[in-house]
């Protein structure tokens, strides 16, 4: 079935490091892929999409780029803040249907 | 201008109750949603509606049920409240086509003692 797979968190990076987390789905048709956050309390915001093959998304210096070839849609940042801490989700989201697949969450904590 | 708020935003209970949590949004969207996220952060859709229309009923005990009285309202009602039901319930909407995301709102608390 339609599922998304993302690595267990937490993780947790010093200030500047560099911030991969990977994303793996399994669709039966061409999907949109996306990237939430969820900052403590809050709900979750979108941080970023991509709606095709080889589309890259990016925001506030994350990006992630839509591989058809490997199902794989890995978030990544440069040099990350103590403010980037937070949990992070991908997602899916297939035609003709309402429905979005969500991955686990990975919770990243970034220490000053 | 909030585009999906819920209300209450913290419900305190006892085991046996019945309460109510109510979402609206003021996007536009044809299509609204009922998550529930557990301690370990896993999200679980529990319910869609597409205008006014149940779409999604995922497995969810009968103790909850949605309400949609017109296409900016989601309502989830839950009789007979279980500790096992303490959570944050996430409401969200988004409008058709595949390349369009999910609104989320803030999320409701729900704590049964």
């Known amino acids: 079935g339609d599922s998304v797979t993302q690595m267990e968190g937490p993780v947790t990076l010093s200030e500047e490091a560099f911030l991969t987390i990977n994303c793996t789905y399994t669709?039966?048709?061409?999907?949109?892929l996306f990237w939430y956050v969820q900052y403590p309390g809050e709900g979750l915001q979108l941080l970023l999409k991509a709606t095709k093959a080889d589309d890259k998304g990016s925001n506030k210096g994350f990006e992630a780029t839509y591989r058809k070839e490997t199902t794989s849609f890995h978030l990544e940042k440069g040099s990350v803040q103590v403010s980037d801490s937070a949990v992070y989700f991908c997602a899916l989201r297939l035609g003709n249907f309402n429905k979005f697949y969500f991955g686990s969450g990975t919770k990243l904590n970034v220490k000053p | 201008d909030t585009a999906v708020s819920q209300t209450p935003k913290y419900l305190v209970t006892q085991m046996g109750n019945d309460k109510s949590i109510k979402c609206e949004q003021n996007l536009g969207h044809d299509t609204m949603y009922w998550y529930k996220q557990d301690s370990k952060k896993f999200l679980k859709i529990m319910f869609s509606y597409n205008n006014k229309e149940l779409i999604i009923n995922e497995t969810v005990p009968n103790r909850f049920s949605p309400k949609s009285p017109d296409k900016a309202h989601l309502n989830l009602h839950i009789n007979s409240l279980e500790l096992g039901d303490s959570a944050v319930y996430f409401c969200?909407?988004?409008?058709?086509?595949?390349?369009?995301?999910?609104?989320f709102g803030p999320g409701t608390r729900l704590t049964v003692l």
């Open positions: 669709a039966t048709g061409y999907p949109s």
């Open positions: 969200a909407s988004s409008r058709a086509g595949t390349q369009n995301e999910q609104f």
